[in-house]
């Protein structure tokens, strides 16, 4: 049988049986176990739909689940066979193999993006350096010429084919070519200009204050730099609702992250409600959660609403207990929340009792390998419980994505129908910083637009 992967269910999914291996046939409902069929994933004996529960804790009958291939990843159709997967000519046949199904696939992606890009969507976990696209990355580099980067354009060049090491090596170039206001205001309006061709109507960016000796940049003309672009494409007309997140990146340590607040509060009260909120990121080994509670309880008794990155890396338990103790108004990434650890249950409990929304970034974990892949993605496991979920691109420049890509692969990742995913877009209204008023108006666009893209 093609496609043949056999896991057990994880933790958090409920199913109609208790226990045993599961099999579902892709958007249909689910087989016997003899799994006689071209487009079956096996799951072994046993055969129920995975349900996903109510807000009140109830099962109610989910999208029927489709899994990928043992040999799949992100691009579909690894060698195990599956969705996606080239079946053999036929015998005789002189077309090379798998020409036509290739042909085919490509052009049911190409309507599927098309979808996904019509899709209003509101973008809610974007790092400003992160998200320059390889294009304004050239533009950067040839306003410096002599600028020596060693590998510089080959890596700028690779895009999706970038490894880790690659990424890693892009951030670096990122913050050789950024050095003046100039180049922080390119930025702001290229990454904007992106997320508006690419279907997205609210836009909140995050972005850590920068000071730069050698050209005379302070943080806080930092800040008003990324506030100028966020105005001009205003003034131009963009259609696309831009915020700021101010973020405290907990490598700088606390005594800076006490600095941090203090601007971010000065820019909450001048900036005219585009300075919503604050995020701390940065290197999660780096300090201690504890270290950051006291400017971080600040923040939020300034009315500065809160992104923290948790449970990135495992064996976070203790600290994500301590900031989940604010508490954040959305989490960022949320890799282990749900661990096997000890400590976990306690914590998804915390998070589910306050419905804290989660960003979800698949492309990024999985290029940055705090996911295995993308069936065993955190989202299938939160989205089961009906949890408050919003998809996001975290870097899209560095890890070469837009979101519609990802709306694209969580779909495909978990045979969702466009109807689900118009929900997932529509829900993620709930979960923006600005005000009741500005989510009123989102709703509103949402509504409009819907019934052309689903006639």
């Known amino acids: 049988m093609r496609g043949r992967a056999c896991v057990p269910l994880a933790r958090g999914w409920s199913a109609a049986e208790p226990s045993g291996w599961k099999c579902y046939r892709f958007n249909k409902l689910p087989l016997d176990a003899s799994c006689r069929y071209a487009d079956t994933v096996c799951r072994g004996p046993g055969s129920v739909p995975l349900q996903r529960r109510g807000a009140g804790g109830a099962a109610a009958v989910a999208p029927r689940w489709a899994v990928l291939g043992a040999d799949s990843g992100p691009g579909w159709g690894g060698a195990g066979g599956g969705p996606g997967a080239v079946p053999p000519p036929s015998p005789g046949s002189s077309r090379p193999a798998g020409t036509g199904a290739t042909m085919a696939a490509e052009r049911d992606r190409e309507r599927e993006l098309r979808f996904y890009r019509r899709l209003p969507k509101a973008e809610l976990h974007a790092h400003l350096n992160g998200c320059i696209s390889t294009a304004t990355m050239k533009k950067l580099m040839a306003q410096k010429p002599n600028l020596q980067i060693q590998n510089g354009m080959t890596v700028i060049d690779k895009g999706k084919k970038r490894t880790l090491d690659e990424c890693f090596q892009m951030f670096q170039i990122i913050y050789q070519v950024t050095t003046r ?19 997205v109507k609210y836009l909140e960016l995050r972005s850590t204050p920068r000071e730069e000796n050698a050209t005379g940049m302070t943080k ?18 963009l259609d696309i609702d831009v915020r700021l997140l ?6 700088d340590g606390p005594a800076v992250a006490k600095q941090t607040v203090k601007l971010a509060e000065e820019f909450l009260l001048s900036s005219d409600g585009v300075v919503v909120g604050l995020d701390l990121s940065g290197d999660p080994t780096a300090g201690h959660g504890q270290d950051f509670l006291e400017p971080l309880s600040e923040a939020k008794k300034a009315g500065l609403k809160l992104a923290l990155h948790l449970s990135e890396i495992p064996n976070q338990e203790e600290e994500t207990k301590i900031l989940l103790g604010l508490p954040p108004d959305r989490i960022g990434h949320g890799t282990f929340l749900n661990s096997t650890a000890a ?9 589910q009792q306050n419905h804290i929304p989660i ?57 969702l129908t466009r109807s689900q995913m118009w929900d997932l877009s529509y829900e993620s209204i709930n979960y923006i910083f600005a005000s009741n008023a500005v989510k009123s108006k989102l709703r509103e666009q949402w509504c409009k637009l819907k019934p052309a893209l689903f006639d």
Not at 184 to 198: P, R, Y
Not at 220 to 237: A, F, S
Not at 378 to 383: D, I, N
């Open 343 to 351: 400590g976990s249950e306690e914590i998804v409990s915390l998070v």
């Open 220 to 237: 806080r003309m930092y800040v008003e730099t990324v506030l100028e672009g966020i105005k001009q494409c205003q003034e131009e007309g």
């Open 359 to 415: 960003e979800f970034c698949m492309t990024s974990n999985i290029k940055s390998q705090t996911v295995p892949s993308c069936d065993k993605h955190h989202f299938g496991y939160w989205y089961s419980l009906g949890h408050p979920a919003v998809l996001c691109t975290d870097d899209k420049g560095v890890f070469a994505t837009e979101l519609s890509q990802e709306y694209e692969l969580v779909a495909k990742t978990f045979n």
């Open 246 to 251: 101010i973020a405290i990146n907990r490598r």
């Open 181 to 199: 206001t100039e180049d922080i205001l390119l930025i702001t309006k290229d990454v904007i200009k992106e997320f508006a061709d690419d279907g």
